[in-house]
């Protein structure tokens, strides 16, 4: 988890670090994983047979984003410790609805523990 003083608060830092990373199980960081290593952007893959028994293919299908058709504003964070900058590029080539892209200076908890 990053913290930059000039934008995050180390009270909240210290109080989030406690918890972090709430709100996650073992599969979203395993789900997490797979999208890291595999190069994809994809549903979860169980495996062969589940992957026949859950999607009817060996391999987990890709999310099929570029069927997305509401209006999407993407907000990303220059210093973001979690998420790639190639992986942010390569979405922003996906996303046929895009009306907005902005890029904070932040890492990736800025907006929760940010100074106010």
Known sequence: MSYNPEYDSYEALTLISHHYPAGANIFTALHYSQLRTSGRFHFMDYGTEENI????????????IEDIQVPIA????EFDDVELPEHTEWLLTQLNSLIEHVSYPYGHMSPIMCIT
């Open 74 to 77: 993407l907000f990303t964070s």
């Open 53 to 64: 028994e859950l999607y009817g293919s060996e391999i987990a299908p890709d999310y099929p």
